[in-house]
């Protein structure tokens, strides 16, 4: 055997290699944790049930009529008659101020927040057209239509409702 054949490594080699083995794994442990969590992140929410689809279907036309009909909140209410003929005057936007603070575990319930005061107004006067007294805020740069009484969880639930059958989309909110 001549000298060519030994092989010899110096211990400062075996250090390097060695270090270098333990920078790969701990760079294949990382990226691993953050495949796990985007993998996570991207999984799919548990499939419907056939009574939950059912659930969100929307309800019989006779269903949706109904708000029309009998005495309430939910009573239609008449508007008045515009003349076309008269130049068109834009209605300024009405915000009510509560005069007093809400009763503690007290609710309303919010019908939009928009930066469009037009479509504030808009839902401010569907609204009213549909029994409803509301109050606009604004927070944040945000316009928010807000019912302008508060009351108990139960009878904003009642609410709640009537505006989904009036075709808004409300949500419950401790009063302020």
Avoid: H
């Amino acid at each position: 055997m001549s000298n060519r054949d030994q092989i010899s490594i110096a211990s400062q080699s075996i250090l390097w290699v060695a270090g270098v083995g333990v920078g790969l794994l701990t760079l294949a442990f990382v990226l691993g944790v953050q495949v796990g969590k985007q993998s996570a992140a991207l999984r799919r929410p548990l499939q419907k049930g056939a009574e939950e689809e059912l659930k969100d279907l929307p309800e019989p036309l006779v269903d949706q009529l109904k708000i029309f009909e009998g005495d309430g909140p939910d009573k239609l209410v008449p508007t008045q008659k515009v003349d076309a003929t008269a130049p068109k005057e834009e209605p300024k936007p009405e915000a009510k101020v509560v005069e007093k603070p809400a009763e503690p575990g007290a609710w309303t319930l919010q019908l939009v927040a928009t930066t469009d005061s037009a479509e504030a107004r808009r839902t401010a006067e569907k609204a009213k057209a549909a029994g409803f007294a509301t109050i606009t805020v604004k927070e944040n740069g945000q316009m928010k239509v807000r019912l302008a009484k508060t009351a108990d969880r139960a009878t904003t639930d009642k609410a709640t409702e009537k505006l989904k059958k009036a075709g808004f989309k409300p949500f419950a909110m401790k009063a302020e």
